[in-house]
């Protein structure tokens, strides 16, 4: 069976190392290249479930063109699924530079690299090559915030909020452009919130599930009161693969799980499973740990996601509601916690 090496970006990171194991067992004629810079967001422990000859790790930067450019010629790559990304908003508005960087110009490095190597002109694919795919990543952030009614659509105009969101709707467009100027076959998709196992302890859910199982209080922005739409990172994978396998060239794919649930309703869920699967030693409430903390700059009230289209053109749906997926990801910090004393 011939070998087709697909280069994966941020394959350490939480969804792309879903994505990786995910992929490699779907796919017996597929070999991996996985290039991630091993940020703090990315980790070699998140691929240690990872059992195959057709994984290829390659520690780097998609911001180094020579590295990049190298790697096309080594494996001869013939597709690209574009995962990495500096993703944390709080960081962005601290250190925003980051971000523009990697989200911006990282992007424009590995779709000109890719143009380069698949293409002799616009509009015109080396022989051999005509099936080379570049699947860009995104975020529901692009498209900026909800009032309480309404959904994102892919026709939604942008309006990113935030110096993150902005980096993104930024690298949505360079791709946008390639798919217009030189004829590449592009595809994008915009994910809503994901959660499930290995996501970097920083964001909100494993942030409550640490706060609440080391006895400290758990801080929730503002009055907890804004909403996400919440996908569970094996459906976002299986999206993603369905959108590169089967999505029209040139088009805009959105993901989300339909599962729209406010800040306070994801910590008093949480702190709910845990008191009836894990009770305190003292008898209280997980619930008594929740603190309100100041909104941070920009928030966003509300994001949701319309599926229909890729639901509708690919078949595509979300596998886990909210309720099945938390309880899925609770369990597997748990086990991920029980051996380091965080557990009381």
């Known amino acids: 069976m011939t070998q087709k090496h697909i280069l994966v970006t941020g394959g350490a990171g939480f969804i792309g190392a879903n994505f990786v194991k995910y992929f490699i067992e779907e796919n017996e004629n597929v070999t991996v290249i996985n290039l991630d810079k091993l940020t703090y967001a990315g980790s070699l422990e998140n691929l240690k479930d990872v059992h195959s000859e057709r994984h290829i790790f390659v520690e780097g930067d998609i911001c180094d063109r020579q590295l990049v450019e190298n790697l096309f010629v080594k494996y001869d790559i013939r597709g690209v699924i574009h995962f990495a990304a500096e993703s944390h908003v709080d960081n962005s508005i601290t250190g925003p530079e980051a971000f523009m960087q990697t989200n911006v110009i990282g992007t424009f490095t590995l779709i000109d690299v890719a143009r380069n190597y698949w293409m002799d002109a616009p509009n015109s694919y080396k022989s051999g090559y005509d099936t080379c795919r570049f699947h860009h990543v995104s975020t529901d952030e692009v498209y900026g915030t909800l009032g309480e009614t309404g959904l994102f659509e892919e026709t939604t105009p942008y309006a990113p909020n935030s110096p993150y969101s902005a980096s993104k709707a930024s690298s949505d467009f360079v791709v946008r452009s390639?798919?217009?100027?030189?004829?590449?076959?592009?595809?994008?998709?915009?994910?809503?919130?994901?959660?499930?196992?290995?996501?970097?302890d920083e964001k909100l859910i494993p942030t409550i599930l640490r706060k609440a199982l080391q006895g400290e209080q758990i801080p929730i922005y503002g009055d907890g009161l804004n909403i996400r739409d919440w996908l569970y990172v094996l459906d976002h994978c299986k999206g993603i693969a369905l959108a590169y396998e089967t999505g029209k060239s040139g088009e805009t794919?959105?993901?989300?799980?339909?599962?729209?649930?406010?800040?306070?309703?994801?910590?008093?869920?949480?702190?709910?499973?845990?008191?009836?699967?894990?009770?305190?030693?003292?008898?209280?409430?997980?619930k008594e740990l929740i603190t309100f903390v100041k909104d941070r700059p920009g928030h966003d009230f509300r994001y949701a996601i319309d599926a229909s289209k890729i639901e509708d053109e690919l078949g595509w749906k979300a596998d886990e509601n909210f309720e099945s997926g938390i309880v899925k990801t609770i369990e597997w910090y748990i086990e991920k916690y029980k051996d380091t004393g965080i557990l009381q």
């Open 178 to 200: 390639y798919f217009h100027t030189y004829g590449m076959d592009v595809v994008t998709t915009n994910c809503s919130n994901n959660y499930g196992p290995k996501q970097h």
């Open 253 to 286: 794919y959105n993901i989300g799980g339909r599962n729209e649930k406010t800040n306070l309703y994801i910590v008093n869920s949480i702190c709910s499973y845990l008191d009836e699967k894990y009770t305190r030693k003292d008898n209280s409430s997980y």
